[in-house]
């Protein structure tokens, strides 16, 4: 069986750091208010010449050096955003062209928050499909440009960055202790877009409009969907919460990464948070927390990872995978 292993991973970031304490002479919150609702401290934030391609480009390219690859072993790239440079060509082309590639394939895929496990996903396909043989699947977001800085509801919430991985074919056994993507779950539900939107675009205003969001709404759905796609990874592959060495969740909120974990009886010790440093980085958040628990050791060979997120539309998903 063809599985889709991680062969590098590679984050971005831009210059300035916003810390909560920056905020506090913005808008009406204070330090203590965020930290204590969503855990966030800091977030980071693009400046001029700063944009959802330029740090997709770089993560990639990190990937692609820890990979010990170049552009040209790349035969797809889909970079999963809400946030693209324009609304047509996509991000991906742009950083395709970024990399010097004029080979290949690219694309983007928005799924929002869950737009990274959804790409994992895609990507998974069309390596088993026989379609690509590398892919880069890269998360990347620039929130604070469709942000309402006088919203003190969803200006403290959101940061930029991106995050990228190179999956590789490999032969596996066809088991669970195979490395690679294991499975995917996804799932979205339509009934629920006007709890989690941006009140703009091409089609209906003409313009790019800000970030909406009814934040008791999605925290009331998140860990029952998140949960959902979870017992269906595990059902899936046979495994359980006791073969589970790490979970890594979308970066929106500690309250939600905590009751998710507690629901599941997965140990708070063996999920990695970054929500503290980067806020929510949407489709970059998963990419940007997975480097940096396999950065530093956590994460190793032969473990087994858990992928999570949950997004506007509503979209949610859980990718399970060996390292």
Same mark, same amino acid.
């Given at each position: 069986m063809i599985r889709s292993v991680v062969r590098g991973f590679g984050t971005a970031l831009?210059?300035?750091?916003?810390?909560?304490?920056?905020?506090e002479s913005m808008v009406d919150t204070s330090d203590e208010w965020i930290v204590q609702r969503t855990g966030i401290r800091q977030r980071y934030i693009a400046g001029e010449g700063e944009t959802t391609a330029s740090l997709g480009a770089e993560a990639a390219r990190a990937a692609l050096d820890r990979a010990g690859l170049s552009p040209a072993d790349i035969d797809l790239i889909i970079v999963a955003t809400s946030t693209p440079d324009n609304t047509f060509p996509?991000?991906?082309?742009?950083?395709?062209?970024?990399?010097?590639?004029?080979?290949?394939?690219?694309?983007?895929?928005?799924?929002?928050?869950?737009?990274?496990?959804?790409?994992?996903?895609?990507?998974?396909?069309?390596?088993r499909g026989g379609m690509?043989?590398?892919?880069?699947?890269?998360g990347a977001e620039t929130f604070s440009r469709i942000l309402d800085w006088t919203d003190r509801t969803t200006?403290?919430?959101?940061?930029?960055?991106?995050?990228?991985?190179?999956?590789?074919?490999?032969?596996?056994?066809?088991?669970?202790?195979?490395?690679?993507?294991?499975t995917?779950? @996804?799932? =979205?539900?339509?009934?629920?877009?006007?709890?989690?939107?941006?009140?703009?675009?091409?089609?209906?205003?003409?313009?790019?409009?800000?970030?909406?969001?009814?934040?008791?709404?999605v925290f009331k759905h998140a860990v029952g969907m998140i949960t959902d796609v979870i017992v269906a990874a595990f059902d899936a592959t046979g495994l359980s919460v006791d073969d589970l060495?790490?979970?890594?969740?979308?970066?929106?909120?500690?309250?939600?990464?905590?009751?998710?974990?507690?629901?599941?009886?997965?140990?708070?010790?063996?999920?990695?948070?970054?929500?503290?440093?980067?806020?929510?980085?949407?489709?970059? =958040?998963?990419? @940007?927390?997975?480097?940096?628990?396999?950065?530093?050791?956590?994460?190793k060979e032969g473990d087994l990872v858990l992928l999570e997120a949950m997004g506007g539309g509503f979209t949610w998903g859980a990718v399970l995978l060996r390292w």
């Open positions: 831009p210059k300035r750091v916003l810390t909560n304490r920056e905020l996509a991000t991906a082309v742009n950083i395709q062209n970024r990399l010097g590639m004029s080979h290949g394939y690219a694309f983007d895929m928005q799924a929002v928050c869950s737009g990274f496990v959804y790409a994992m996903a895609t990507a998974d396909a069309y390596i690509a043989r590398r892919v880069l699947v890269i200006c403290v919430l959101f940061g930029d960055g991106a995050g990228a991985v190179v999956l590789e074919a490999l032969e596996g056994e066809g088991t669970v202790a195979d490395r690679g993507v294991l995917s779950q @996804l799932r =979205s539900d339509g009934a629920h877009r006007d709890k989690l939107y941006v009140d703009g675009g091409p089609s209906t205003t003409g313009t790019v409009g800000h970030l909406r969001m009814e934040g008791r709404e060495d790490w979970m890594v969740p979308h970066q929106a909120n500690r309250r939600i990464i905590d009751g998710s974990a507690k629901k599941l009886g997965i140990p708070l010790e063996k999920v990695v948070v970054t929500v503290d440093l980067h806020g929510n980085t949407s489709a970059a =958040s998963i990419p @940007l927390a997975l480097a940096a628990a396999a950065g530093d050791g956590r994460i």
